[in-house]
């Protein structure tokens, strides 16, 4: 049995939440530590209950009277993969509208609210909810940076024996997730059809999405390559950062960029198995500045982030706003990243208070008074 890593950042972040709203919904990608975060919080409480949804008896002890059940319920109600049963949102909703609510419900699912049909809106206002991600670099320790961008960030593969164990385990989560998670999910597109695309996506990791180039590829319609991106993104496996444009008299690029999300599904899809292949492969430094990127994003939430670029080719990998300062990011795969043309240019037209380049080395250095390099390892505790 493998020791648990704590996730006390992410925990107190549920627990904040479990306080200020009768219902919280966890979501993020399978297998990303829903569960045993949501049994983490439930330690620290009585009186709980847990459903697992994805199991007949649970769902049997649902399904008859799941109003009466519900509505009775006090202390902490876990309700696991409730994506499987989405007629549970309407059963909750006036139940989170009752003056006190006797209980807490935590809810847990691995689709987003868009791909589970007749969901999204549902609990709108009355439910907060937290992506959860695989392990970040504050979880692991610093001294495994390495470790968590070759292997990614889902638990078992980042915590299994070796490296084969490891890549083992990410070839069988993508065969279980294309020929078992999406069909549950209600989506007929045939598993091998997805995993085409999925391939076919690794290559275009951390570049700006062309539906039509992939949809020729495909020898499909840009329609069609728009619901594949559409699925994998609502299941956390895609990132899709949208494009930050502004009134600055330049064409800007208005298309999103589009990312695996983890960097060990990524080098499991390009047959990328040990560091050294790593990096002597084209996409080493797309890899990293996905995996930074990731990093980041952990640090500074995704909700106001966009990346930046004009039709001429200035661009900057991540721009965040962070309490009310425009902070920019740039993730740079090299022994000693400089200053560029491309960084000035995004430092004058977006008016950033600072830009950060990361890398992986091991000191920081600035570049300007306003632009800094530094450690990857700095992001986690980075106060811009
Ligand atoms: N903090 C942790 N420390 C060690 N192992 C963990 C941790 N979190 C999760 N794991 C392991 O990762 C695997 C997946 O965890 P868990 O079942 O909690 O994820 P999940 O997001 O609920 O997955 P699913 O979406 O498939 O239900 C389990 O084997 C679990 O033991
Ligand atoms: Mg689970």
Known sequence: MIDEVARNRLLDEVTVRLAESPVTILLGARQTGKTTLARMAARQRDLVRFFDLEVAADRMALAATPEKILSEATGLVVLDEVQRVPSLFEVLRPLADRPDVPARFLLLGSASPDLVRGTSETLAGRALVLHIPGFT?????????????????????????????????????????????????????????????????????????????????????????????????????????????????????????????????????????????????????????????????????????????????????????????RIGFEFKCSDAPGMTRSLGIALTDLKLDRVFVVYPGTTGYPLSDRVEVIPLSEIPTLKP
């Open 137 to 325: 670099l504050e979880e692991v320790g610093l001294q495994r940076q390495n470790d968590l961008w070759l292997r990614g960030a889902f638990p078992r593969s980042f915590l299994a024996a070796d490296e084969a164990a490891s890549l083992r385990w990410r070839e069988s989560f993508i065969d279980s997730f294309l020929e078992r998670d999406i069909p549950k999910l209600g989506i007929r597109t045939p598993a091998e059809t997805l995993r085409r695309f999925w391939n076919m996506l690794c290559h275009f990791h951390g570049q700006i999405w062309n539906a039509s180039e992939l949809a020729r590829s495909l020898a499909a319609n840009e329609k069609t390559a728009r619901h594949y991106l559409d699925i994998l993104a609502g299941a956390y496996m895609v990132r899709v950062l949208p494009a930050w444009h502004e009134n600055i008299g330049k064409r800007q690029v208005k298309s999103s960029k589009v990312y695996l999300r983890d960097s060990g599904l990524l080098h499991a899809m390009l047959d990328i198995r040990t560091r050294a292949q790593l990096e002597s492969h084209p996409r080493y430094g797309a890899s990293w500045e996905g995996f930074a990127l990731e990093q980041t994003l952990a640090r500074f939430g995704d909700r106001h982030a966009w990346f930046w670029a004009t039709q001429r080719g200035a661009e900057l990998d991540l721009m965040v706003l962070h309490e009310g300062r």
